[in-house]
């Protein structure tokens, strides 16, 4: 999708809509100087982008600019010779690697093309493209360098979706060249044409490439491996290749749950303690514990579907079965803590705040939280919870429920007598839904603690 939508700029090159160069700089100037929101200014970056793109190809390919090379010698007998595939890919892929960008590269070879074929022969244009394509990973390449090996790998199957590219249509514009006579017959503009063949490049390989997406995906795995950190995406109590014991396997699984529920319960306490100290610099290990937390919700869903299957007592099916709903829950409350962090991220990079009464707030409401988790997650370890100890944790429960409304309410009055920003308020708010929805999940997990007492005999 990514590599298709980058013909886009081509298309608007094309087309020609340099006349609104000048209005793209002016605006996206105006937004990145005066735009308070960094959002705002992001997109302020996006519109001079275009604008100074659209601005400096309409220069190049300007009469006094395209002018020294139709007059150069030199040049002249360059593309006149210019029929040699291996030096227009190597061109093109030296062009985007240097531009680190496809679309400048592509827009480049426009501006040479709108002359007329004189000076960019529409054959040797397409061996440009194809260079250009593949070299477009290279940018890809080096913002890998240190990011996560998911990333790298992104750059390696882009890298591989590009190379198919050039394996399919270097011999189909060298061998078939009738290929390149319809593409000239297209249009009388030189400009058109490679936004034409740019296209068909991107589409024909992404159609192609479609259904072996799965075999990218193994290749980019053999080719990087995982780092230190991603070997802890495996199961550390889950045996899979354990006989069918019944008992073996649901405590295996038993284990490997709460195993699960530690990670979650830090993620949430570290999220809860950063956002009342407005701290962000934990963001990435939370995302990387997240990342866990959804690996073992998977895979334990999936191990969990496979061993049903198996001959098992009815009160391990049923262990297994409240098992589904605990790791959901679980997964819901790990997802919310990383929500907290990018409530704090969004409330620095707009230079809100909150008051001390909010932050009190929120830290109580916490507090009980985290009570209500502990106790669930201990009342469903220990497979037990007594109707003394439901009745207690539903008191908790709604005792989060009824702060969260009345903190809320608090929080318009604040807003009324404007001691609060509006902005600040809409992240607050958001963030002591969070906490709400954490009490809910987690009394959800001490209500899968109600097992059968046979079952309590057997595991």
Request: glycine share 6%.
């Amino acid at each position: 999708g990514a590599n298709i939508g980058t013909t886009i700029t081509a298309v608007l090159i094309a087309i020609d809509v340099s006349a609104i160069a000048p209005i793209c700089i002016f605006v996206g100037t105006v937004m990145m100087m005066f735009c308070k929101k960094q959002s705002q200014k992001y997109i302020g970056q996006i519109i001079l982008g275009f604008g100074v793109l659209f601005f400096g190809l309409k220069y190049m390919s300007g009469s006094e600019a395209m002018g020294v090379l139709k007059t150069s010698a030199s040049f002249q007998s360059f593309i006149t010779k210019a029929d040699n595939p291996l030096l227009g890919l190597l061109i093109g892929f030296a062009m985007c690697s240097v531009l680190q960008s496809s679309s400048a590269s592509i827009g480049v070879l426009q501006a040479l093309a709108m002359t007329g074929a004189e000076l960019m022969p529409m054959k040797f244009a397409i061996y440009l493209i194809i260079g250009i394509n593949v070299g477009s990973a290279m940018p890809l390449f080096l913002s890998a360098i240190g990011a996560k090996t998911n990333a790298k790998r992104a750059a390696v199957i882009y890298f591989m979706f590009d190379f198919v590219g050039m394996l399919l249509f270097t011999p189909l514009a060298i061998f078939v060249p009738q290929y390149v006579q319809w593409i000239t017959t297209l249009s009388d503009n030189g400009s058109v044409q490679v936004a034409i063949a740019h296209i068909i490049f991107k589409v024909v390989t992404a159609v192609f490439l479609l259904p072996f997406v799965p075999l990218l995906v193994k290749f980019s795995e053999i080719i990087i491996k995982p780092k230190e950190h991603d070997t802890r995406l495996r199961f550390e109590f889950i045996d899979t290749k354990v006989d069918d014991n019944p008992v073996t396997i649901s405590l295996q699984i038993g284990s490997e749950v709460e195993r699960m529920a530690r990670i979650v319960r830090m993620n949430f306490c570290v999220a809860c303690e950063s956002f009342l100290k407005m701290d962000d610099s934990q963001k990435h290990t939370i995302s990387e514990n997240e990342e866990l937390i959804n690996w073992l919700n998977h895979h334990i869903s999936d191990y969990m579907i496979t061993v049903t299957s198996r001959q098992l007592t009815p009160e391990v099916s049923e262990y297994i079965g409240k098992l589904f709903h605990v790791i959901t829950d679980l997964e819901r409350i790990g997802d919310h803590a990383l929500n907290l962090m990018e409530r704090i991220e969004t409330a620095k990079s707009n230079d809100l705040g909150f008051t001390k009464q909010g932050l009190d707030e929120f830290k109580q409401i916490y507090e009980l939280d985290l009570e209500l988790l502990d106790r669930s997650i201990g009342a469903f370890l220990n497979k037990q919870l007594t109707d003394d100890e439901e009745h207690q944790l539903h008191y908790i429960e709604d005792t989060i429920d009824y702060l969260t409304l009345q903190a809320q309410d608090n929080h318009v009055k604040r807003l009324r007598e404007k001691k609060c920003h509006t902005a600040s308020g809409v992240i607050f708010t958001k963030a002591l839904q969070d906490l709400e929805r954490v009490g809910d999940h987690s009394y959800n997990i001490a209500w899968a603690a109600r097992i059968d007492k046979k079952l309590i005999r057997q595991i």
